[in-house]
Structure formats: structure tokens, C-alpha cells
């Protein structure tokens, strides 16, 4: 799929649309999404796309044989609810604050030959600038072999001064599963599901642990892409749902700040969340391997949902920038179009 058809697709649409509305008369606000679902069907990787908008989800089909109920393993998407996790820790006075060291919860960290590992603080897990080696990529599997993840992670050697320089691993956001687990004195599971997943209105199935038992910070999650738009929708309205205040409206703000730009994918990162621009318009998103995410944008009132096969093949990095395409060009390009109008 090249760019110019998708865009030159986009204004098409909008047009053809737009006549039609109004020769039917209805409200020229209601969206139709023919040129996103005609790509969509194209896209062999592709199991949802969801759209929600001004609080209805006005676009929600399923491909390639998935369906509403099947959840789908939303694998780095688990970071951006990692981080919920802990602003509402703080929010409940768990935790003491983003400033704490880690050091708190690894007292081990004393023994360190590198001194300056007792001075990262939970922050610098959040926004990927605690300076350790990262757990990911080619360090990856070695990591999840390991018979102890927290201590693998811990152990890493540190290539840059805490808090300075952003390097993504996953160890990072498994050190803060392990923190929510001490901290809490329960399972990330569990405080998941109590102060998160039920006042959304659903439940979390067990996800992946490592072998003390401490749930996977950061990957192997599982939700039904309904449940991952309830979670879009509860950022979109700033941590509320029914006048009940989840995750704090603060740590929202916060989490959306970009703290730094990854050198991999040339994006902003926050606490958990990316951020760039679509079509225009300012977006924060949860991304996973593979073409999961939840695209947020406060400014329209939306909320885009995808996922797609994690399996690992040469045309998922074809498939991620096709993704983005369609949902910038058929999606939100016809939306941001309709509000000008």
C-alpha cells in the first residue's frame, strides 16, 4: 500500500461521504470508514481495528479469523498499563513518588560495585533512563532464561548516568512489576484487576510469570481490544469513569509529557506512553510488538484500537508503517477533516 493512494484514498472519502450525508440529510458528523475497512481487509497481519469516537465506537471489525472475545496478547501495550499501576500505587500511598530510588525495593543494589545504580529512581524505569543495559533485542532471550529476571536486570551493567539517556527495555518495566508487587504486599495481578480492571468492567486473565512468581511488567498481557479501548477511553477522559476517579488525572498529564526520543523508532517517550503527531493532531499511544496498539487523541475525542499477529516474520515492520497509514490517512484524517467542516 503506497502513502499517496492511502492519502489521495483519505480525500476521496471524505468527499464522497460528505455528498452523501447530505443528500440523505443526515448529521455530516457521523463518520464512515469504506477506505480504512477496504485496507484493513488487505492487511494478512491484521486481527481488529476499533474506532471511538466522541465516546461511541462507531468502527469495530475483526479479520482474519479473530473475534470480539478473543483476547489478544497486546505484548508491549502491558507497559502503558504498568504505568497506570503505578500512578494509582502513588495515588494510594504505596509508593511514596516517582523520585524514589529503587534501591528502596533492592536492597541489594548496596552491594553494587557501581555506585550510581542507588541513585536510579522509579521515573527513570518509567521513561527507559535508568542507564542499564537493556533487557530487549539480543539481550532478550538470554533475560527470560535466566533464573532470576529481577537480578538479571539489576545486574546489568550501566551504559549511561541514570536519568540522562533513554535506551527501551523491558527489564525496566519488569523491575516496576516487582516494585508494585512489594510494595502493595499482592500480585501486579491482582492490584491490576482490583483497582484498574474492574471499575473498567472486566477482568484480567493470569499473564505470564517469571520464575519467582512476579507477573510479566511489561509483556505477555492479555486483553480483548473492547477492553484495551476501555482503557483508550479512561486516559482520554482523564483517569475517570462515572464520576469515579481510577488513575489520577496528574499522573495522566505527566505519563503524556515526552521525556525523550527513542533512537530506534525516532519517537517521544513519557511514563509508559509514546507520543507523536497524526494527521495534525497531538496522539499518545501504547504500543506492542507485532501492530498492537491504542492510539489516544484528546484533541478529537478519539480512540483507535488495532491488533494484529505478534508473531515474529519479515513483514511486521511493513505491516507496523502500513498501520500507521491506515490509521492516520482513513481514520483519523476524515475525523480531524469532518471537525473543520
Same mark, same amino acid.
Given at each position: ?18 455528498? =452523501? ?131 538479571? =536486570?539489576? =545486574? ?186
Amino acid at each position: 500500500m503506497r502513502r499517496i493512494a492511502i492519502g489521495l484514498a483519505a480525500s476521496l472519502l471524505v468527499a464522497v461521504i460528505a455528498g =452523501a450525508q447530505s443528500a440523505r440529510g443526515q448529521s455530516p458528523s457521523a463518520p464512515a470508514f469504506d477506505a480504512a475497512l477496504a485496507a484493513a481487509k488487505e492487511l494478512p497481519r491484521l486481527h481488529s481495528l476499533l474506532v471511538s469516537w466522541q465516546g461511541s465506537i462507531v468502527l469495530e471489525r475483526y479479520f482474519n479469523g479473530a473475534t470480539a472475545t478473543r483476547a489478544a496478547n497486546v505484548k508491549s501495550v502491558a507497559k502503558s498499563v504498568i504505568s497506570a499501576l503505578v500512578g494509582i500505587a502513588i495515588d494510594r500511598r504505596f509508593i511514596a513518588g516517582v523520585e524514589t530510588p529503587i534501591a528502596t525495593y533492592f536492597p541489594e543494589l548496596a552491594k553494587d560495585r557501581d555506585s550510581r545504580k542507588r541513585t536510579i529512581t522509579i521515573e527513570d524505569l518509567l521513561t527507559m533512563r535508568s542507564g542499564l543495559e537493556s533487557t530487549s533485542n539480543r539481550n532478550y532471550g538470554a533475560w527470560v532464561l535466566s533464573r532470576n529476571w529481577v537480578q538479571f =536486570a539489576l =545486574a546489568r551493567p550501566l551504559i549511561a548516568e541514570p536519568g540522562t539517556e533513554m535506551d527501551y527495555s523491558t527489564g525496566n518495566t519488569h523491575l516496576l512489576s516487582a516494585i508494585i508487587t512489594k510494595a502493595t504486599r499482592t500480585s501486579t495481578w491482582q492490584f491490576a484487576n482490583d483497582t484498574l480492571a474492574r471499575p473498567l468492567g472486566f477482568s484480567l486473565p493470569r499473564w505470564a510469570r517469571d520464575p519467582q512468581g512476579i507477573y510479566f511488567g511489561g509483556n505477555d498481557m492479555l486483553m480483548t481490544p473492547r477492553q484495551m479501548v476501555a482503557f483508550g477511553e479512561l486516559y482520554l477522559h482523564e483517569g475517570r469513569i462515572d464520576g469515579r476517579q481510577i488513575v489520577p488525572e496528574r499522573w495522566i498529564e505527566r505519563s503524556w509529557v515526552g521525556r525523550d526520543r527513542s533512537s530506534w523508532s525516532g519517537q517521544m517517550y513519557g511514563y509508559g506512553w509514546w507520543v507523536r503527531d497524526l494527521a495534525g493532531r497531538r496522539a499518545y499511544y501504547a504500543w506492542g510488538f507485532g501492530g498492537q496498539y491504542i492510539f489516544v487523541i484528546p484533541e478529537l475525542d478519539l480512540v483507535v484500537v488495532t491488533t494484529s499477529s505478534s508473531t515474529v516474520a519479515e513483514d511486521r515492520r511493513s505491516h507496523r508503517r502500513t498501520l500507521f497509514e491506515l490509521v492516520e490517512d482513513l481514520v483519523v484524517g476524515p475525523i480531524t477533516a469532518r471537525g473543520a467542516s
